[in-house]
């Protein structure tokens, strides 16, 4: 199984902060990466597909990048409403398998 | 508008089995393969089972083959978990997800779409 580990598994930071969120994957995965973002009590979300491509109605202001074992997610200019917890995941080989996630939460 | 709601859910002794069912609207159902992903309380997200929009493959984690088994119904617009041999470590949130991109045979593994969730809680 693919092994995802994301860093850090947790974080605090103020509204206006650009926030970057790691995931390496134990092997090379191409671009097979998404990331989706969670609120408590809610389901996920996605946010990107395909390592940087966005999802259509999210934000511009998440951006995704990254190829073969290292991805990040990036957030340019943090909003009230993006402090959720965060989660990629590989869809290159079965199983699928999620990164720990990494919950964001106001400094 | 997609929308994905699952039933099912609840309270079940170890060993006992419990069928969730997820029913589906807002896109041809039929093209789009589906999968289960669950999430224990308080924990991270794990993929269980996909079937292919033709219901023609369905794929299954380790944790749970041989104990469940995937289906679906394209003339319902349903999804369905069938669960048997229930165990603790099976509490979790189910969750129905869609594919992103339609695709007669196979999974993609890109999941735009989510249901709310149903809880089985497996305790004695």
């Known amino acids: 199984d693919i092994q995802m580990t994301q860093s850090p598994s947790s974080l605090s930071a103020s509204v206006g902060d650009r926030v970057t969120i790691t995931c390496r994957a134990s092997?090379?995965?191409?671009?097979?990466l998404n990331w989706y973002q969670q609120k408590p009590g809610k389901a996920p979300h996605l946010l990107v597909y395909?390592?940087?491509n966005l999802e259509s109605g999210v934000p511009s202001r998440f951006s995704g990048t990254g190829s073969g074992t290292d991805f990040t997610l990036t957030i340019a200019s943090l909003q009230p409403e993006d402090f959720a917890t965060y989660y990629c995941?590989?869809?290159?080989?079965?199983?699928?398998?999620f990164g720990q996630g990494t919950k964001l939460d106001i400094k | 508008e997609v929308q994905l709601s699952e039933s099912g859910g609840r309270l079940v002794q170890p060993g006992e089995s419990l069928r969730l069912s997820c029913a589906a609207s807002?896109?041809?159902?039929?093209?789009?393969?589906m999968s289960w992903v669950r999430q224990a309380p308080g924990k991270g997200l794990e993929w269980i089972s996909a079937?292919?929009?033709?219901?023609?493959?369905?794929y299954d984690a380790d944790s749970v083959k041989g104990r469940f088994t995937i289906s679906r119904d394209n003339s319902k617009s349903r999804l369905y978990l069938q669960m048997k041999s229930l165990r603790a470590e099976d509490t979790a949130v189910y969750y129905c997800?869609?594919?992103?991109?339609?695709?007669?045979?196979?999974?993609?593994?890109?999941?735009?779409?989510w249901g709310q969730g149903t809880l089985v809680t497996v305790s004695s």
């Open positions: 997800v869609k594919d992103r991109n339609p695709l007669l045979r196979g999974v993609t593994y890109n999941f735009d779409s």
């Open positions: 807002g896109f041809i159902f039929s093209r789009h393969a």
């Open positions: 079937i292919s929009g033709n219901a023609g493959s369905a």
């Open positions: 092997q090379d995965i191409s671009n097979y």
């Open positions: 395909a390592a940087s």
């Open positions: 995941q590989q869809s290159y080989s079965r199983p699928v398998t």
